[in-house]
């Protein structure tokens, strides 16, 4: 059974930094496109950072510049990196790794953890 485990949320000051971490386990992380996802307080979830198996990255436009994901295949995780933080980035972070077996979609979410950016 995979598992995804969030962790290094928050409260942090506008302008402060934070690193979240997804800990991968019951399969090896480098088979998975892994994402990074934001639920604000009453808004619906965003997708805000990815990650593909070769290391390819993309962002959305709101964090460009300010969010960084990495995975560290050896440790199973996949972090974001979060510099120059906002209020607006308050709010839930959940990761979810997919991965395709021929036409089998394998789709697995963690728990979420908190960041809240005070102003």
């Known amino acids: 059974q995979v598992e995804l485990v969030e962790s290094g949320g928050g409260l942090v000051q506008a302008g402060g930094s934070l690193r979240l971490s997804c800990a991968v386990s019951g399969s090896s992380s480098s088979v998975y496109a892994v994402r990074w996802y934001h639920r604000a307080p009453g808004k619906q979830r965003e997708e805000v950072a990815s990650?593909?198996?070769?290391?390819?990255?993309d962002y959305a436009d709101s964090v460009k510049g300010r969010f960084t994901i990495s995975r560290d295949n050896a440790k199973n995780t996949v972090y974001l990196q979060m510099d120059s933080l906002k209020p607006e980035d308050t709010g839930t972070y959940y990761c979810?790794?997919?991965?395709?077996?021929?036409?089998?979609?394998?789709?697995?979410w963690g728990q979420g953890t908190q960041v809240t950016v005070s102003s």
């Open positions: 979810n790794a997919v991965r395709f077996i021929n036409t089998r979609k394998l789709d697995y």
């Open positions: 990650v593909g198996t070769s290391g390819s990255t």
